[in-house]
């Protein structure tokens, strides 16, 4: 099987985001680049109204701080759940 799929980096760890079809253990080849494709879409890619939108906010760094300590596991997985939810 070959596949590309995008991942975090978080803690030393590549965490995919989409699950993949891999045996518990199992040894694979990895290829990394930091080249994000953004015309790709992906529910961690902000969309053109959502980027729009940021860029008119003007919230501080006490308030994003504060809503990040509340978050649960990752941040990809909050990010992706919120995503699904729409």
Known sequence: M????????????LHPLEPLALRERQQVTVTISDKIDASTKHPLLASPDERSYAAHDDVGLEEVSRALSTIDGSLSEAVLEERRER
């Open 2 to 13: 070959e596949k590309t799929v995008q991942a975090v980096y978080e803690n030393g760890v």
